[in-house]
């Protein structure tokens, strides 16, 4: 941390900007996305046990999309609303990290 | 005659148990470039200061092929000696003697120790080195940490507990340096971690390397379980010895006071802060500027660099800085820095070791992800430890004081004792910029051209309210000084500080928001 030579980027906060150093915490922290309702995403790392959709089927709100395995427990997770299922980017038996987009919705007419 | 053969056994006899795992252990521990338990006690003390107790313990296990297994000293070490002449209480677990595994008998002799420390009120350093629990002891090991956890706590705030991490600290042992004051790592040696890559990679099929996870450099930088952060075990062992001479031996004492130095002239104090707040410079050279022989010991200098602590010493007695550091995150609070910079306020008070705040902040960080991580709670931690701490609180406002920063760095509000403010500080509600554009929003939208209107704006808040003397004229500070000033008045303001005598209402404890 002395060694390096300084070169100080604009930061900003509030209505001004100074000169200063970012951290290495600063820059990897993670930017806010506003989560998009359409897309089921897992919610902690681990095994798809089972899927009880296809694809191009229309949803009943609450009906059981996959089972995720983590931490031995067997997650259920449901239809969030009803609505048609455009897309499932996960098969039986894929081990997945948090955050992946499992299920993409598309709204029904 | 019989009592010089009885002398030769014992003789005998100890320097079975010293060898602790035997040859081939030792040398696969030196392979591992780590240096023995022993090697590390007799660097640390005063020379022939060491003395060991409970050599001859035995672990009583009858499980598991456990009955016919020796194991020296139980794979700890424990005793008392020296560091500088200031009398300490020692452990070191020895990674030769099954891997360091803690079993009930190896937690008691750890137990029996921190026990010595506390009536003895001495300092207690734990080197720990272990693969674990000792499993064939089931409930036995569990019961053992259980034991020291509830030690820990009883010892905190009563004596020092510092805790050295040269080698494996995994599961539920970290808990242990986690309670303790200060938490020493060596590059490539210490790994701390709840649940290890195996599991985690079992679990939730996350890969990660044991260094990645939990060595020396991710909790210097990034969890601030750890406070110093050394490259060998030896550079540990000096750092170790540094801090023992700058903190008292227990909280019913001062630090040992030493003839005092003047601080070395490298900078002249009044060109080391640029006018223009918005340029950055290295506040740490405004504490080696006011500190005896230039000197600082800085505390968790990689995590949080946005605010600065440690101690120094003032007259040839201990001091403890806090300072905003301008060149990280233009020194800005968030939640790392609260978390760091509360507790280590809460050990200077309960350890009678007088607080000097050095401000230059230009607010709390924003961003959802601070907000989230809860930057309310931790904020909240540095106001509670701020009020709540009884030892002299001296700020001195070196250049920007806006908004809650200015009450959260020992401002007058929260108890401060002396407030100086150097003549180019800016104590307001919020930067310039920001404040004009709220309080003038009308004038600026109407203007023909927004933006001089702006600067014109901007321009009069700066000079009526981003001076220190609107505060001044309030009593919220004590003096406006000049930068050179500074040095003199802070230590006649400890000296009148001596017998400070601050009460707290009659509770059992208060419920900070930890």
Redesign the interface.
Known sequence: ?KKEA?E?VD?A??????????????LN????VDPNPFEIQSF????ILQISVKEGEVVEEGAPLLILE???MQNRIEMPFTAKIKKINVAIGE???KDTLMIELEAVE | MTLKKNILALRQKKAIVEKGGGDKAIEKQVAMGKMTARERILALLDAGSFHEYDLFVEHEEQNFGMASKELPGDGVITGTGTINGAPICIYAQDFTVMGGSLGLKHARKITKIMDHALKMKVPCIGINDSGGARIQEGIGALAGYGEIFYRNTMASGVIPQISVILGPCAGGAVYSPALTDFVFVVENISKMFITGPNVIET????KISQEDLGGARVHA??TGNAHFYALSEMECLDQIKDLVSLIPHSNQQKAARIEPKKPKNKKNIENIIPSD????YDVREVIFALSDDSKFLEVQ??W???IVIGFGRLDGETVAFVANQ???????LDC?ASDKAARFIRFCDAFNIPIITLEDM??Y?????QEHAGVIRHGAKMLYAYSEATVPKITVILRKAYGGGYIAMNSRHLGADFMFAWPGAEIAV?????AA?IIFRKEIMEAEDEDAMRQQKVQEYIEKFANPYVAASKGYIDAVIEPLETRELLLHALDVSKNKDDHRPAKKHGVPPF
């Open positions: 941390m300084p100080y930061f906060v509030t209505a001004r900007k100074y000169k200063t150093l970012l951290t290495k915490k600063y922290r993670k930017v806010w902690i790392p681990g095994t983590a931490m031995k081990r997945i990290p | 679990v939730l099929g996350e930088e990034i707040p918005k340029q950055p200098e990689l949080a660099p946005n301008p060149m990280y995150l233009a020194g800005v790392d230009p607010g960080l924003p961003g959802v992800d919020m930067g310039p910029e920001g554009n």
